[in-house]
């Protein structure tokens, strides 16, 4: 009496290889979907971090510029203000908090494929 997956796989080995090809697509596209959602937090990351450092930059031109002249202009404010904002909205994209859920429709697949040998050996042994 052999469980009906052993069954299965000596007389239809052909089924056996088109599932574990569909286990190897879904992985392909699960990972491909999580490594998307990492690279765009990185790259948000490192523009945060050169638009914080090009705005000290800029804060630190407007000042000496405004000392030098001994006026107040308001593109000493804007410009390093759009650096800024730059820096403030990348950083906020970094560091959002989103929901990590790779690989969750393999685990899914996975779950009903034990399910379902549960209950095909139930089945059997009656």
Known sequence: ML????????????LV?????NY??????EATQAGRGL???IVAGVLAAVSAMLALGLIGVAAM???LHGSFHWVLVV??????LLALVSAY?????SEFHAFSDLRAQLDADVQALHLAGEARGR
Do not use: N
């Not at 190897?24 to 596209?29: D, I, K, N, Y």
């Not at 410009?79 to 800024?84: E, K, T, W, Y």
């Not at 994209?93 to 908090?97: L, N, P």
């Open 3 to 14: 469980h009906p997956i052993f069954s299965t796989v000596l007389g239809h080995p052909e």
């Open 17 to 21: 290889a088109d599932h574990a090809a």
């Open 24 to 29: 190897a697509a879904l992985v392909r596209q």
């Open 39 to 41: 690279v765009v937090r």
């Open 65 to 67: 510029l405004g000392a």
């Open 79 to 84: 410009v390093p203000g759009i650096a800024l």
């Open 93 to 97: 994209f970094a560091s959002r908090h």
